[in-house]
T-cell receptor, first 112, second 112 residues
């Protein structure tokens, strides 16, 4: 039962352009959403989050958009930099922080 | 270092061996987690410990046995594993009511 889905396993973007990573979820009870970034040989690190009471959260070059009616969220990175090349995981939880569900990840490659 | 330390970083074991993975955090978190990351799959939640009590066991085979002796340490005891158990095993910790998890760098396990 995969409640969080990232349907694009990979994405390649030119440096300086916008990267858009997408995530869909099925559980309407999810009320907190997060994006994690993972470099090879390291654990995922928290990047940005959004609660269900908002539809947008911005932090520097990173913006997360939430469309609750479509059960869809996206991460925008602009401008993209080669150092952004990593695997990005979408995650969601239902109030209780003890049960966070993750997507399969999207590998972003930013080309110089 | 994220504050969550996992050892060893790499482990190769035979199917008849017994080994243990260790996780340690000194972030003052009161919940700890074991996740399994297989290639191209979502992070799979294996076990959750909240206030040192196991609160979730997601149908994990008995050849995986967790132990949480205190709020700072978490172990995953392994015995008679199968080759399909080869994966990256990630430990994470969090506050019960906090935002997001802090992950360790993981243990890359190969079962031969």
């Amino acid at each position: 039962d995969q409640q969080v889905k990232q349907n694009s396993p990979s994405l390649s973007v030119q440096e300086g352009r916008i990267s858009i990573l997408n995530c869909d979820y099925t559980n309407s009870m999810f009320d907190y959403f997060l994006w994690y970034k993972k470099y090879p040989a390291e654990g995922p690190t928290f990047l940005i989050s959004i609660s269900s009471i908002k539809d947008k959260n911005e932090d520097g070059r990173f913006t997360v958009f939430l469309n609750k009616s479509a059960k869809h969220l996206s991460l925008h990175i602009v401008p993209s930099q080669p150092g952004d090349s990593a695997v990005y995981f979408c995650a969601a939880s239902e109030g209780n922080n003890n049960d966070m569900r993750f997507g399969a990840g999207t590998r972003l490659t930013v080309k110089p | 270092e994220t504050g969550v330390t996992q050892t060893p970083r790499h482990l190769v074991m035979g199917m008849t061996n017994k080994k243990s993975l260790k996780c340690e955090q000194h972030l003052g978190h009161n919940a700890m987690y074991w996740y399994k990351q297989s290639a191209k799959k979502p992070l799979e939640l294996m076990f959750v410990y909240s206030l040192e009590e196991r609160v979730e066991n997601n149908s994990v085979p008995s050849r995986f046995s967790p132990e949480c002796p205190n709020s700072s340490h978490l172990f995953l005891h392994l015995h008679t594993l199968q080759p399909e158990d080869s994966a990256l095993y990630l430990c994470a910790s969090s506050h019960l009511t906090g935002v997001g998890y802090t992950f360790g760098s993981g243990t890359r396990l190969t079962v031969v």
